[in-house]
């Protein structure tokens, strides 16, 4: 199989040269393929079948334990111009990148195959989808990228038809951590990684081009790529609000797009469009619509049952990948929180013993298609994408943050996205539990320096008169013994139809320093165990906490010198200066 696009033949031969693979495999993404794919990794233990009875369709890979996570202290984003990188991404000259790149890539195909992946990220009829070309060694990779985005002949057909694509090369090589780095070139529209299979390093559609390199795109045409899930919310009355909501890892993010309606609020549904990017562009009206420019889930699998998720959980159940996951005596897959069975293997292979550590990989995955998901909303393939009603920010924070609040307008709105704190988790590298700043929870997706980010976020404001609202929630506020003062997972849906009613104008709230909380009893509570006391400890602000709020968030800002907006500087003044007379 070769491609009529010149510039695409072109490149693979060069890369093709480069690497010297034992033989080039174009995937054309059909069902027989994967088969095919899968049965051929089995052949060569790179993946295990789990009990076909009881997870039909499903198999176990078990990484390196050396490579279970995002690399961000190995990711490079490489431009001419180092300023354009900001001090929220590492840089590296493009010249010394390749010469690096090149010298690893050098024959690091030799015994393999080259598998040629040709990707669409968003329905493959939108004119807000983007293509791309992935070339790895690695056949999970190619399973992994059926699963994840419109991949195979139709997307050749889209990028022959368009003549533009992002390229992507891809090698496991030795899996050496010495020799294991992620590179970004926006300005040439590609990617390069090297020494790694976990999926954020190794699935170049993901992160790696949905995120850093669409991001740079996205300035550059003029719209939005976002970590954030898309959710729709039905009333009873079948009206149907569509949310675009930015939460760090370990915040809620899946929980919240498949969330289940509490069975006290009878005739609510969700409708799941994507839980991890959209893709947000104006349309001809003005109005904000929203695509998930992916087509599976790759999610963290520790804590998923039919108590937190119930959706995700039925629809891991058959044809699933799973990273890291734990085993048990009867070969069924089991990770934390899971409900029954008890693991007889740890994510190593090894005989599970306590002392070890856990038996599934904090950061074990699940790899699904969508349609496995039964509240797979019926616009997940529209091309026109979906309205948005409002953008949510939210993190984990045992304090400070209330329950939720609105922004006063857009401005303010991109002042509280740029300041989203929380806690780390295990999707990262390094130390979990420590509290980092992580605007619009991009920290590690945005392809170029944040007050740049920043200043495009605040051009829509001059674009359109029909934005959005953006709201801030958090789930996570704690007692003094360390309880959560709100019940989360399902019970959420009652804050979203507050946000909901807020952007219908059917409900007021009260203004505060750092927003619009709120009235009591606002917030349906019937038939929760939550006191009157609780709502108000969870609606309320204190202002001298905000006062060291408002100075770290100064100091952050500070760190991006005089390219950060002029206009984002006024809106943080005017907020301390709403505190201050509060004190």
């Given at each position: 199989?070769?491609?009529?696009?010149?510039?695409?033949?072109?490149?693979?031969?060069?890369?093709?040269?480069?690497?010297?693979?034992?033989?080039i495999?174009?995937c054309?993404?059909?069902?027989a393929?994967?088969?095919?794919?899968i049965?051929d990794?089995?052949?060569?233990?790179?993946?295990?079948?789990?009990d076909?009875?009881?997870?039909?369709g499903?198999?176990l890979h078990l990484?390196?334990?050396s490579?279970?996570?995002?690399?961000?202290?190995l990711t490079?984003?490489?431009t001419?111009d180092?300023d354009?990188?900001?001090?929220?991404?590492?840089?590296?000259?493009?010249a010394?990148?390749?010469?690096?790149?090149?010298a690893?890539?050098?024959?690091?195909?030799?015994?393999?195959?080259?598998?040629?992946?040709?990707?669409?990220?968003?329905?493959?009829?939108?004119?807000?989808?983007r293509?791309g070309?992935e070339?790895?060694?690695s056949p999970y990779?190619?399973?992994?990228?059926?699963?994840?985005?419109?991949?195979?002949?139709?997307a050749l057909?889209?990028?022959?038809?368009?003549?533009?694509?992002?390229?992507?090369l891809h090698?496991?090589g030795?899996?050496?951590?010495?020799?294991?780095f992620?590179?970004?070139?926006?300005?040439?529209l590609?990617?390069?990684?090297?020494?790694?299979?976990y999926?954020?390093?190794?699935?170049?559609g993901?992160?790696c081009?949905?995120?850093?390199?669409?991001?740079?795109?996205?300035?550059?045409e003029?719209?939005?790529?976002?970590?954030?899930?898309l959710?729709?919310?039905?009333?009873p009355?079948?009206?149907t609000h569509?949310?675009?909501?930015?939460?760090?890892?370990a915040c809620?993010?899946?929980?919240?797009?498949?969330?289940i309606?509490?069975?006290?609020?009878?005739g609510?549904?969700?409708?799941?469009l994507?839980?991890?990017?959209?893709?947000?562009h104006?349309?001809?009206?003005?109005?904000?619509r929203?695509i998930?420019?992916?087509?599976g889930?790759?999610?963290?699998?520790?804590g998923?049952?039919?108590?937190t998720?119930?959706?995700?959980?039925?629809?891991?159940t058959?044809?699933?990948?799973?990273?890291?996951?734990?085993r048990t005596?009867?070969?069924?897959?089991?990770?934390?929180?899971k409900t029954?069975?008890?693991p007889?293997?740890?994510?190593?292979?090894?005989?599970y013993?306590p002392?070890?550590?856990?038996?599934?990989?904090?950061?074990?995955r699940?790899?699904?298609?969508?349609?496995?998901?039964p509240?797979l909303?019926?616009?997940a393939?529209?091309?026109?994408g979906?309205?948005i009603?409002?953008i949510?920010?939210?993190?984990?924070?045992p304090?400070?943050?209330?329950l939720?609040?609105?922004?006063?307008?857009?401005?303010?709105?991109?002042l509280?996205?740029?300041?989203?704190?929380?806690?780390?988790?295990?999707?990262?590298?390094?130390a979990?539990?420590v509290?980092?700043?992580d605007?619009?929870a991009?920290?590690?997706?945005c392809?170029?320096?944040?007050?740049?980010y920043?200043?495009h976020?605040?051009s829509?404001?001059s674009?359109?008169?029909r934005l959005?609202?953006?709201?801030?929630?958090?789930?996570?506020?704690?007692?003094?013994a360390?309880?959560?003062?709100?019940?989360?997972?399902?019970?959420?849906?009652?804050?979203?139809r507050?946000?909901i009613?807020?952007?219908?104008?059917?409900?007021?709230a009260r203004?505060?320093?750092?927003?619009?909380?709120?009235?009591a009893?606002?917030?349906d509570?019937?038939?929760?165990?939550?006191?009157?006391?609780?709502m108000?400890?969870?609606?309320?602000i204190?202002?001298?906490?905000?006062?060291t709020?408002?100075?770290?968030?100064?100091?952050?800002l500070?760190?991006?010198?005089?390219?950060?907006?002029?206009?984002?500087?006024?809106e943080?003044r005017?907020?301390?200066?709403?505190i201050?007379?509060?004190?």
């Amino acid at each position: 199989m070769t491609t009529t696009l010149s510039t695409l033949q072109q490149w693979i031969d060069a890369a093709a040269e480069l690497t010297r693979p034992d033989e080039i495999y174009w995937c054309d993404g059909t069902e027989a393929e994967y088969r095919r794919l899968i049965d051929d990794m089995q052949q060569h233990g790179i993946l295990s079948a789990l009990d076909q009875t009881s997870y039909p369709g499903c198999y176990l890979h078990l990484s390196d334990p050396s490579d279970v996570a995002r690399v961000e202290h190995l990711t490079y984003v490489c431009t001419a111009d180092p300023d354009e990188v900001g001090p929220n991404n590492n840089w590296m000259p493009p010249a010394d990148a390749h010469a690096k790149m090149d010298a690893l890539f050098d024959g690091a195909m030799r015994g393999r195959t080259m598998y040629v992946i040709p990707y669409c990220m968003g329905p493959i009829d939108s004119p807000y989808s983007r293509c791309g070309v992935e070339l790895t060694d690695s056949p999970y990779v190619a399973a992994n990228m059926r699963l994840m985005t419109r991949m195979g002949s139709a997307a050749l057909k889209r990028i022959e038809r368009e003549g533009r694509f992002v390229k992507g090369l891809h090698s496991t090589g030795d899996l050496d951590p010495e020799r294991r780095f992620v590179m970004h070139f926006p300005e040439e529209l590609s990617i390069q990684s090297f020494g790694s299979g976990y999926g954020g390093n190794a699935l170049l559609g993901k992160k790696c081009h949905a995120l850093r390199i669409a991001s740079y795109q996205a300035r550059t045409e003029g719209w939005l790529a976002e970590h954030m899930l898309l959710v729709g919310v039905e009333s009873p009355d079948g009206e149907t609000h569509y949310l675009a909501c930015a939460f760090p890892s370990a915040c809620g993010k899946t929980n919240l797009a498949m969330l289940i309606p509490p069975r006290s609020l009878p005739g609510w549904k969700i409708w799941t469009l994507g839980d991890d990017i959209a893709w947000l562009h104006l349309d001809e009206a003005g109005r904000l619509r929203a695509i998930n420019p992916e087509s599976g889930y790759f999610g963290v699998v520790p804590g998923t049952n039919e108590k937190t998720n119930k959706n995700a959980a039925d629809m891991i159940t058959h044809d699933t990948i799973f990273t890291n996951v734990a085993r048990t005596e009867d070969n069924q897959p089991w990770w934390e929180g899971k409900t029954g069975g008890t693991p007889a293997l740890d994510w190593r292979g090894r005989e599970y013993r306590p002392e070890n550590g856990p038996a599934a990989h904090p950061n074990s995955r699940f790899t699904v298609a969508a349609t496995n998901n039964p509240s797979l909303s019926s616009l997940a393939d529209a091309p026109e994408g979906v309205p948005i009603s409002a953008i949510v920010f939210g993190g984990r924070r045992p304090e400070l943050a209330p329950l939720v609040y609105e922004a006063l307008n857009w401005r303010h709105g991109v002042l509280v996205g740029a300041s989203v704190a929380s806690q780390t988790t295990a999707a990262q590298t390094g130390a979990v539990g420590v509290v980092r700043r992580d605007p619009m929870a991009m920290k590690p997706f945005c392809g170029y320096n944040f007050a740049d980010y920043w200043a495009h976020w605040l051009s829509f404001e001059s674009r359109t008169d029909r934005l959005p609202k953006i709201f801030h929630v958090n789930w996570f506020r704690q007692d003094q013994a360390g309880n959560f003062l709100w019940p989360g997972f399902g019970e959420n849906l009652r804050v979203l139809r507050w946000i909901i009613d807020r952007c219908e104008g059917r409900i007021d709230a009260r203004e505060t320093p750092i927003g619009l909380l709120p009235n009591a009893g606002d917030i349906d509570t019937s038939e929760l165990d939550i006191s009157a006391e609780t709502m108000q400890a969870l609606t309320t602000i204190d202002p001298g906490q905000w006062q060291t709020e408002l100075e770290n968030i100064a100091e952050y800002l500070g760190e991006y010198g005089d390219r950060v907006p002029q206009a984002l500087l006024e809106e943080h003044r005017r907020v301390a200066a709403e505190i201050a007379k509060h004190l």
